[in-house]
């Protein structure tokens, strides 16, 4: 496994500074091999190609973006100090960002953990923090990156329902938070061996497949209608409890079984009906 490394390199202003001196001495020196003869030429063709290789070995390093040096394949170092510098011309130099990226996965279709088709993406914020690992260890590490992403979002999707319909169950609508921690950890964990460091995976998206969305769609509904209809009846059966509890401490009525089960049922028509209810005079007589 190769491990990142500082690289050697000196200041390349300096060795600006000698090279230019180099190229005007030779020039100097070629002018001069008329009277000095060989000794002179040969004089002025190493101070040339001295000062053209200085030239050739300088190099920028960017803020956030890191220079890979190797000599002939093998790995020397890395530089990291942004600025202008010198290493040797034989090293081969490759720029590595180590800015902060990042990307948006497609609508993945994958089956949820009940066999359900759903259409799922994630943003990935990430950043590269061993450039030798990413060159050396993965082919290309931005598109390793990409596919193992993608691998441990359908993965994830595939071992939760998109919803939960008993309580205490996880799902991938109702613990997003904790569904993007996962997400990150395991994309994290594809990618270690990458010189990759993931910041932040989120839920970008999330909903049925197209064509079983209508039919989710109703039974959505339809608990959500249930859930409603159970809150009314618990209310509507304490209100009644304590109607007929009141009554029976303030003696304002004495109701036998019969007359509290009709006064029972009437006052829960009322309060669960959809509609309002409509008032009936009664002229008569209330026990009949």
């Known amino acids: ?84 510098k010198w290493a040797s011309p034989f090293y081969s130099k490759r720029n590595v960002s180590v800015r902060i990226r990042n990307f948006e996965t497609g609508k993945l279709k994958v089956n949820d953990q009940r066999g359900n088709p759903v259409e799922i993406g994630a943003v990935v914020v990430w950043k590269v923090i061993d450039t030798a690992e990413a060159l050396f260890e993965v082919n290309d590490y931005e598109d390793y990156v990409h596919v193992q992403s993608e691998s441990a979002l359908r993965g994830l999707a595939t071992g939760y329902p998109y919803d939960s319909h008993t309580d205490g169950e996880k799902s991938l609508v109702g613990d997003l938070g904790e569904i993007s921690v996962k997400l990150r ?27 079983i969305a209508s039919a989710m769609l109703r039974r959505q509904q339809a608990s959500a209608v249930v859930a409603a209809r159970q809150q009314i009846v618990e209310g509507a059966v304490g209100m009644v409890e304590t109607a007929l509890e009141r009554l029976s401490e303030k003696k304002v009525i004495e109701l036998d079984e019969d007359r509290k089960a009709v006064m ?25």
């Open 264 to 288: 029972v049922s009437n006052l829960m028509v009322v309060l669960c009906s959809d509609h309002d209810a409509q008032p009936v005079i009664n002229t008569g007589s209330l026990h009949q």
């Open 185 to 211: 950890d395991q994309i994290q964990d594809r990618l270690k061996k990458a010189g990759v460091d993931v910041l932040e995976a989120r839920i970008s998206h999330l909903a049925y497949a197209p064509e």
């Open 1 to 84: 496994m190769i491990v990142e490394k500082p690289a050697r390199y000196t200041s390349g202003y300096t060795m600006l500074l000698l090279s230019l001196l180099g190229l005007a001495a030779s020039v100097f020196l070629f002018t001069q091999v008329e009277g000095h003869g060989t000794g002179a030429l040969i004089l002025a063709l190493l101070v040339l190609v001295g000062s053209l290789l200085g030239l050739i070995g300088l190099f920028v390093v960017n803020p956030n973006q890191y220079k890979v040096l190797q000599l002939f394949g093998a790995y020397v170092g890395t530089a990291k100090s942004p600025g202008l």
